[in-house]
């Protein structure tokens, strides 16, 4: 029988050694590489900067309404995507509620008017 190899310390400490640059190295290259939000605005024409300073609060106030009405939807039992549906049926029915409120009163309005001016319907 033939005496056995001994293990090839050098091939290891090379494949760890790889491994290592790899895993680490490829993040933190990408990370050096992606530019900054500042550096990229930077880069913007004057219009495009002015503009998107412009709306930036807005933007991230919307964000900011987005992330806190997910997580008051993700409280229910119920699926994200059915409490949102819900949701919106009910401001559906909400607006409709409100522009038949709101024709209501304009025809009391306009009736009121008529009787001002002395006019029968």
Do not use: H
């Not at 025809?107 to 319907?121: S, W």
């Amino acid at each position: 029988m033939a005496p056995a190899k001994g293990v090839n310390w050098w091939l290891w400490t090379k494949v760890l050694a790889g491994g290592a640059v790899i895993s680490v190295g490829g993040p933190a290259f990408t990370y050096w590489l992606t530019p900054s939000e500042e550096q990229l605005r930077s880069r913007y024409n004057p219009d495009l900067q002015k503009r998107s300073l412009e709306g930036r609060e807005e933007k991230e106030q919307e964000f900011d309404e987005f992330v806190t009405r997910l997580k008051a939807y993700s409280k229910s039992d119920k699926p994200i995507w059915v409490v949102i549906k819900e949701e919106e049926e009910r401001k559906k029915k909400a607006g409709l509620a409100a522009a038949k409120q709101n024709l209501k009163e304009a025809d009391a309005r306009r009736e009121e008017m008529r009787r001002e001016t002395g006019l029968a319907k």
